[in-house]
């Protein structure tokens, strides 16, 4: 379980839907308070220090989805700089 979650957080980034991201971030977060992925034993607060890095990846997250700004990179091709 832990791969899905983290290979959809890879996902929504480089598509950069950040706040989907953030989303399993979060779900993350809870998965690993509650044990069910990183942890040894299911049980409440097996793993809290992943839970938090967890947590703080889905803030980053959440602020990017928010106020990063994206400007489209311009590709300029071979018969565009022929023609200066």
């Not at 069910?36 to 889905?58: C, D, N, Q």
């Not at 803030?59 to 590709?75: D, K, T």
């Amino acid at each position: 379980m832990a791969g899905i979650i983290l290979g959809a957080i890879t996902v929504f980034i480089i598509d950069r839907e950040f706040d989907k991201a953030a989303g399993f971030a979060l779900a993350g977060t809870i998965f690993t308070f509650f044990g069910f992925i990183h942890g040894e034993a299911i049980g409440i607060g097996s793993m809290p220090t992943v839970a938090v890095a967890y947590l703080g990846v889905a803030g980053m997250l959440f602020f990017l989805s928010r106020y990063a700004a994206f400007h489209p990179v311009l590709q300029e091709t071979h018969a565009a700089m022929e023609a200066d």
